[in-house]
């Protein structure tokens, strides 16, 4: 909470705005995966914006060693993933699902797999799928629109903008089995390419 506070006056000296729409849907009873597009570090201020209590994320391991920022996210609660061990990434799947129920959780990944400022949505990778299904929560899919107007990735300088946030009615699993998985990644996937390309103003 504290991190968060700090965080949201940020948008103040970055000279951004953010529209913020469906916080309704994180209402669910009990633990829930919510998943997001991953553009730049922006998303962090953005992230703030919306994240609810009870919340913590999973990052790729080696954000834990880009400096302040790793470190902020290091004391956040991040649970991190080595990539590179693929039995390892399962292991800590499993656990996290059994947290989630213990703890009554709110975990939040990035399906893209990393960032992406292309405007458009990279395949979703199916870790934060099974992982939904696994522990029978719903997934509650968030979006924020393009930053390409007022953002390059290239030289990592923006203008100031308005971005739009919108949390989407949860999608619920109980009774998925791992057969499932797929359908749901892509169910998931094309209602947020959608959403994306609204919030974005741009024909889909």
Known sequence: ????????TFKYFFGLRFEV????????????????????????MGLME?????????GKKEL???GTVGLIIYLGGVIFINRKKTSSAKMVMAE???TMAADNLKVWVYPEGTRNCTGDLLPFKKGAFHLAVQAQVPVIPVVY?????????KTNLFTSGKIKVEVLPPIETKGLTSDDVTDLTDRCFHTMRE??????GRPS
């Open 195 to 200: 959403t994306l390309f609204r919030l974005s």
């Open 64 to 66: 834990m060693y880009t």
């Open 145 to 153: 629109s393009s930053f390409t107007s007022f953002y390059n990735p």
């Open 96 to 98: 996290v699902a059994k």
């Open 1 to 8: 909470r504290i991190i968060k506070a700090v965080v949201k």
């Open 21 to 44: 729409k469906g916080l309704e849907n994180f209402e669910v009873e009990g633990p829930a995966i919510i998943v997001s597009n991953h553009q730049s570090i922006l998303d962090m």
């Open 50 to 58: 919306v994240l609810p209590d009870n919340c913590v994320q999973v």
